[in-house]
């Protein structure tokens, strides 16, 4: 006979831990996902999960990283947008 509980279980929030990013783990990525990882970055510095000091060391890195071909479509998408924003 299965036991009741007063208490229900709810779900436990376990804060993801924060990767060291170091050249060789940043060097076994592809680039689509350097690309998302430098738009996360973005967003990590936006919650304020990410230090401004720290964003800036590594943005650098991943930027060093990603080809010129990759680079160019990320500004495209950067600019299409910013167009789209100020069209609203």
Known sequence: MARKSDNP???IFHAPMLVDWTEERLAALSQEQ???LLDNLARQQA???LSATTAATIEPRISALLS???QTKR?????????LDGAA
């Not at 500004?75 to 167009?83: I, P």
């Open 9 to 11: 279980s709810r779900p």
């Open 34 to 36: 350097l690309l998302t």
């Open 47 to 49: 919650i304020g999960r």
């Open 68 to 70: 010129k071909r990759s």
């Open 75 to 83: 500004r495209k998408q950067a600019a299409a947008a910013a167009a």
